[in-house]
């Protein structure tokens, strides 16, 4: 499967002990669920060969690609054309979108800033849930809007406001992103510096905040 050519996200010390382990696994089907892993246009991967869908950007100019791959428990293993070869590409996207609905992910409402902003971070696909339409729609709810602006500026991270806040809200909600988007003493690997506005639970929008 040449897995060992594909490993291109968790930083761990130790991977390179437990790396014959996890490919065993996969190839055993131990490990056997793929799920979709939002990159930034530079990653290394991309030049790698994984097999991956342009978000926003060009095909030759990327700024954000959607991956797809095993979340093993010390990597994530990608996957390149070779394994997609003889199956179904629309299949396999679907899959991965239905395992990451799977995953819980509980909105933190921050009293801080009067119930005006939500936090939903801190688990591996936090940021992905993005994608996910009823995960989101909760959100509108929550906030009670219509419109909402939305940052993942790192893994494990999201951070919600409604699109109609006022300029003192939106600033601080903006301040937010960028302090987490600077920060990289969690080891949160960086995904986009921008804005999503996201209607009816479904990204409408973008906005860089480069």
Request: proline share 5%.
């Amino acid at each position: 499967m040449g897995l060992l050519k594909r490993i291109f996200g968790k930083a761990n010390p130790e991977a390179d002990n437990k790396l014959e382990e996890e490919v065993a696994q996969i190839e055993s089907g131990q490990i056997n669920k793929i799920y979709p892993i939002l990159k930034p246009g530079d990653w290394v991967g991309i030049k790698a060969g994984a097999v991956k869908q342009t978000l926003y950007g060009t095909q030759e100019n990327p700024e954000l690609v959607l991956a797809f791959g095993y979340d093993a428990p010390t990597n994530f293993v990608f996957l390149t054309p070779a394994d997609i070869e003889g199956k179904d590409p629309n299949k396999i996207i679907t899959e991965a979108y239905d395992n990451l609905e799977t995953i819980d992910q509980e909105f933190e409402i921050s009293s801080a800033l009067d119930n005006r902003v939500l936090f939903a971070s801190g688990q591996d696909f936090s940021s992905e849930k993005i994608l996910c339409q009823k995960h989101m729609m909760k959100a509108h709810k929550l906030l009670k809007a219509d419109e909402l602006f939305v940052s993942i500026p790192r893994r494990r991270c999201m951070m919600i406001t409604s699109k109609n806040e006022d300029k003192e809200l939106l600033n601080t909600f903006i301040g937010l992103h960028k302090n987490v988007w600077n920060d990289d003493s969690y080891g949160n690997a960086p995904i986009i510096d921008a804005l999503f506005i996201v209607k009816n639970g479904e990204i409408d929008g973008i906005i860089p905040l480069d």
